[in-house]
């Protein structure tokens, strides 16, 4: 399998995204980045902006969101659930390596552990500068991340299959466990997607989907080496909650000086 076939939100993947989270679906993010925004008359910029999940309802709470994503299929799906709303967010093609500079940003945000699909540690030290020279001063970089331990859990080696129902068709999903390096923090899970109709295969899609477990006192040191002087860490969307062994998800909260 060649290299354009990782972590590509192609798509099935952006139809099964959808149908799975669709706009407005929350793990307790939602409620937690709009109480960490509340108030906020500043821009927001959200990379890896998806179907926009997250960002319409931020929008809807008034804040001003825009966000970039390389996946055309998963920005598709943001556009016309925007439409719908009568919404009309700057929305771009673009990467975590492209954040637009000199915009002043209030805040970034990174919902969902999308940080992670960034493999390369180097790679984000750049990303993380970036977000940094993207702010303005007192600006926030705010984001998740599973916890290092959901990289050994005893389901995370487990093969799973998950089906969703739409119209006429079948949408499957198949993830089969390839790798957990934990020298390097990664775990890789091979997908297969297939869309059936009528019985039949229609289309199928694969894809090699990694993804990088930073510990916390590892994004604690890479966050302050790359400008921000405050690192906050959240556990479980609970505002004030201070993360243990036991938490299930990490918001970090990395604030630049004024
Ligand atoms: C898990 S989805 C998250 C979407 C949305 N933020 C949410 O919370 O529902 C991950 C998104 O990251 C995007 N993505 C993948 N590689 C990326 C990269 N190198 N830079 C920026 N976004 C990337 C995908 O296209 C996909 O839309």
């Not at 590509?8 to 709009?34: C, M, N, Q, W």
Request: charged share 20%; aromatic share 8%; with cysteine.
């Amino acid at each position: 399998m060649n290299a354009a076939a990782q972590n590509r939100y192609s798509s099935l993947a952006s139809r099964v995204y959808h149908l799975d989270k669709p706009t407005g679906h929350s793990f307790g993010d939602i409620e937690l980045y709009g109480a960490l925004l509340d108030g906020e008359a500043g821009e927001i910029f959200e990379p890896a902006v998806g179907t926009g999940r997250v960002l319409i309802p931020l929008l809807e709470l008034g804040l001003r969101v825009s966000g970039s994503d390389p996946s055309s299929e998963m920005m598709d799906f943001c556009v016309t659930e925007c439409e719908r709303r009568g919404l009309s967010p700057q929305l771009t093609s673009g990467t975590f390596d492209t954040i637009p500079q000199g915009r002043d940003f209030a805040a970034v945000i990174i919902p969902a552990g999308s940080i992670q699909l960034v493999q390369d540690p180097a790679a984000a030290q750049s990303i993380f500068a970036g977000v940094c020279s993207a702010l303005k001063p007192g600006g926030r970089f705010i984001f998740d991340l599973d916890p290092l331990s959901s990289l050994t859990s005893a389901d995370a080696g487990l093969p799973s299959a998950r089906s969703w129902f739409d119209g006429e068709d079948t949408l499957t999903l198949t993830s089969i466990p390839e790798t957990r390096d934990i020298s390097r923090q990664l775990s890789v899970n091979q997908l297969r997607y297939e869309l059936w109709r009528h019985g039949s295969l229609v289309q199928s899609e694969l894809d090699r989907f990694a993804l990088r477990f930073w510990g916390n006192y590892e994004i604690e040191l890479a966050l302050r080496l790359a400008g921000f002087d405050q690192v906050e860490l959240i556990a479980d969307y609970t505002a004030g909650a201070s993360v243990s062994e036991e938490s299930s998800m990490v918001t970090v909260v990395a604030t630049k000086s004024r």
